[in-house]
């Protein structure tokens, strides 16, 4: 008999309140290591009506260069929040800082006697994954939740819907029948909007743009249900209508809930911190070996103690997925041997050019997925002929 589930992930959108926060911390650190590559850099910040508050550790040659509030203000502006009776603009909200250097016991454990032996800046356990069910090897549900967002951020910055506002969420339900995504059951979208546009033909709009978006996936039927923002009306939003916080949102910002996740979050982190760069790592190497056609699915953990560069322990669950007679142990030897990928972070850092992005920013992770995108180098499908190789 056909195993028949339904799955459901969200995604919300680059004006969120908790993405607000992300996209600060992630510029503040882009900002950082452009003066300083080496720079250790926590940033968290706390938003809410009229208010922007950045605390955390920051260590870096060049600081005092560093204008925080400048770039928090544009960040705010870039998303588009500009009215001030909205009671959170960029050019209106009260700034704070509180941040620090980063603490001595700390950086003794990540900075060693040579670079190439650099510990992990924390303990810990961080997941990749990847899935052959949409060209992105991604989950279905997060791909496409995260592609009606960016849609009508689009429309919403060229001034196409200019009744939109920053603030939305949005929820897909995905059939599945023995693993494979067959039909969206269910559609959720919130959308914040201006008082002008609270009304049935806005939202009648709305899900009539939703299903355009979703037209090409091939997974709409007659049953799809859709609910366009289902209380009736959504024009409060963002910062004012709730607090945002760095680091609040790790299930949109990795795969839905489809995998597991170590509890780390990644934004306004710096590189040295593994929570972020190993999981980065751990997407690449589960991404190559689906690419590779050796999985269907893959989950790659990796666990760290801190200061020690090598990993404690690295487990592969490719869900019963292998195909010539390629084993999950095998697969795990293979990793821990340090042949094909190598997860020291000194050495993954440098392999992905997370010190230095080139193409990229911390900043453009912030909002939409950290994994999916071909612009970040974690993505990259660049080691399969070594896994055949290697494997087969």
């Avoid at 209380?231 to 489809?258: A, E, N, Q």
């Avoid at 103690?305 to 487990?315: H, L, M, N, R, W």
Wanted: a negative charge.
């Amino acid at each position: 008999m056909a195993k028949r589930l339904v799955f459901s992930s969200e995604s919300v959108s680059e004006g969120h309140p908790d993405k607000v926060a992300d996209q600060i911390s992630d510029a503040m650190l882009d900002a950082y290591l452009k003066a300083d590559p080496n720079a250790r850099v926590a940033c968290e910040t706390m938003c809410g009506p009229n208010l922007v508050v950045n605390m955390g550790e920051i260590t870096c040659n060049g600081f005092d260069s560093i204008d925080a509030q400048t770039i928090a203000r544009n960040v705010v502006r870039d998303i588009g929040y500009t009215k001030a009776e909205e009671d959170f603009s960029f050019d209106t909200f009260k700034y704070i800082s509180a941040v620090h250097r980063q603490s001595a016991d700390i950086a003794q454990g990540v900075t060693r006697e040579t670079e190439e032996l650099q510990g992990a800046g924390d303990q810990g356990m961080m997941f990749g994954y990847a899935t052959n069910e949409t060209p992105e090897l991604m989950p279905a549900p997060i791909v496409y939740s995260h592609k009606i967002l960016r849609k009508f951020a689009e429309l919403r910055h060229s001034g196409e819907m200019s009744f939109l506002r920053p603030d939305a969420k949005s929820q897909l339900s995905v059939v599945y029948e023995n693993g494979v995504p067959r039909e969206i059951a269910t559609v959720v979208l919130s959308h914040q909007t201006t008082e002008e546009g609270a009304n049935e033909k806005t939202y009648a709009l709305l899900e009539e743009m939703t299903r355009s978006f979703l037209q090409d996936t091939n997974l709409l039927t007659n049953s799809t249900k859709f609910f366009i923002n289902p209380t009736g009306k959504f024009v409060i939003g963002g910062p004012t209508g709730d607090s945002g916080l760095t680091g609040r949102k790790i299930i949109v910002d990795t795969y839905g809930g489809m995998a597991a996740h170590g509890g780390g979050a990644f934004s306004g982190k710096d590189p040295s911190k593994v929570d972020r760069s190993a999981a980065y790592y751990a997407r690449y190497v589960a991404k190559n070996i689906v690419a590779a056609k050796l999985a269907d699915r893959c989950q790659v953990q990796v666990a760290y103690a801190i200061g020690v560069d090598k990993p404690v322990s690295i487990c592969v669950d490719t869900f019963g997925s292998t195909c010539c007679g390629v084993t999950d142990e095998k697969i795990a030897d293979l990793l821990l041997s340090g042949e094909i990928f190598d997860f020291r972070p000194y050495a993954l850092i440098r392999e992905l050019g997370l010190k230095t992005p080139n193409g990229w920013s911390y900043r453009d992770t912030a909002s939409y997925g950290h994994f999916g995108r071909d612009i970040f180098p974690w993505e990259a499908t660049n080691k399969t002929q070594a896994l055949r190789a290697a494997l087969i």
